[in-house]
């Protein structure tokens, strides 16, 4: 059984920090891509940041500069490291592992405020 665990989300003042985390189960952890989507209120899902098997890595224009993807094959978890955050960012966040199929985790809130 595949299991994409999140964990890490909470609330957080502009400017911020959070380490969002994914715990995989279930799959040939190295050979999938990870993937970090969001889904803000009234918006669709869009791609934050990936990260190959081997480590090559994609961002979203949005967050470039600010958010930091990473991943250990030998633990099979993937961290996102989110850095200078603002109300933009808020959002509940999900894990992604893509390779033929895809499959996603259940999502952890981040809210940005105040």
């Known amino acids: 059984q595949v299991q994409l665990v999140e964990s890490g989300g909470g609330l957080v003042q502009p400017g911020g920090s959070l380490r969002l985390s994914c715990a995989a189960s279930g799959i040939r952890f190295s050979s999938f891509k990870m993937n970090w989507y969001r889904q803000a209120p009234g918006k669709q899902r869009e791609l934050v940041a990936g990260?190959?098997?081997?480590?090559?890595?994609e961002y979203a224009d949005s967050v470039k500069g600010r958010f930091t993807i990473s991943r250990d094959n030998t633990k099979s978890t993937v961290v996102l490291q989110m850095n200078s955050l603002t109300p933009v960012d808020t959002a509940v966040y999900y894990c992604?592992?893509?390779?033929?199929?895809?499959?996603w985790g259940q999502g952890t809130l981040v809210t940005v405020s105040e």
């Open positions: 992604n592992a893509k390779f033929i199929v895809e499959y």
């Open positions: 990260i190959t098997g081997d480590g090559s890595t």
